[in-house]
């Protein structure tokens, strides 16, 4: 079914919020939100619990029956339809969540940056290891909506599980462009070098020569891999340094600021309270 190009097609809004951002829902048939021809920012996982239907993504059809999982991209323009008792359930989470893991793996999120190439939407279902993803979208589902002590880092690392799991047994190897491999090789080495002195005031043209590219291919090359920019990256990591340190040291406030590349307290106040949740005292007073 092509895309009418007169009719508006909607950017849904996903209110994520910082400290926490994803969601987790579970809905019966399709709601109104998903009837209608839409995109958005976050990264989708759609489980198939009962029933069935269809998606249209980017023009093109996808069946779908109970067990089914799909992935759908930032920015895909997509459609579902019921046939039957369906019941969906929906993660959505902002790219930016795990940009951290992408120290370890950066090719944590590739599931859905290349789908289309190495990867399908509709996960292959004669695959054996389907309805173990199955089992832990649901485990996810049902870890998030109790909402019990530490249930953030167990959906967290859940995730983390899903994706690599995805990674390792749904990627179709034939379709692997070297381009391709060079590139996340070359952000790799930009993200070891951050680390390496988070406290440098780097700049994202400094960043950029370093990758031997300019800013803005660099910059797209960066939040294509890593789901975030450069920068916004770098405030995340030096916040997540600043965590540990304030759990860890009785180092001052203002020193950990320093340390972590902030040159300014106020500046690292507004940023922790912004990404954290708290205040850097609110997270000392708790340790």
Not at 32 to 53: A, D, K, V
Not at 98 to 122: C, H, K, S, V, W
Not at 171 to 191: C, N, P, Q
Not at 249 to 266: H, Q
């Amino acid at each position: 079914m092509p895309v009418n190009p007169s009719a508006p097609v909607t950017r849904d809004l996903i209110d994520l919020p910082p400290t926490f951002p994803i969601l987790i829902s579970q809905t019966q048939g399709v709601s109104p939100l998903f009837q209608r021809l839409h995109w958005h920012t976050t990264l989708e996982i759609n489980y198939i619990s009962r029933g069935s239907g269809y998606y249209l993504i980017n023009g093109m059809r996808y069946d779908f029956q109970e067990g089914d999982i799909i992935l759908i991209n930032s920015n895909d323009l997509h459609r579902a339809f019921e046939n039957e008792e369906l019941i969906m359930t929906v993660i959505m989470f902002d790219p930016a969540y795990f940009a951290l893991e992408q120290r370890y793996d950066t090719e944590l999120l590739i599931p859905f940056r290349e789908i289309g190439m190495r990867f399908d939407n509709l996960l292959d279902r004669g695959h054996p290891m389907l309805t173990r993803l199955g089992g832990a979208i649901e485990e996810m589902r049902s870890e998030f909506s109790r909402r019990e002590p530490h249930y953030e880092a167990i959906v967290r690392s859940q995730l983390v599980q899903f994706m690599a799991f995805v990674n390792r047994y749904f990627a179709k190897e034939k379709d692997r462009r070297s381009s391709h491999i060079r590139g996340m090789e070359t952000i790799r080495e930009v993200l070891n070098q951050i680390e390496a002195d988070i406290a440098y005031p780097w700049t994202l043209k400094e960043l950029a020569a370093t990758a031997h590219l300019s800013p803005s291919r660099f910059s797209a090359l960066f939040v294509q891999t890593v789901g975030t920019s450069p920068m916004d990256y770098l405030i995340q990591l030096r916040l997540s340094v600043a965590v540990n340190l304030l759990e860890t040291t009785d180092k001052k406030i203002i020193e950990v600021a320093e340390e972590c590349g902030f040159r300014n307290l106020s500046n690292f106040n507004r940023l922790f309270k912004q990404h954290i949740g708290k205040m850097p005292s609110e997270l000392r007073l708790h340790h």
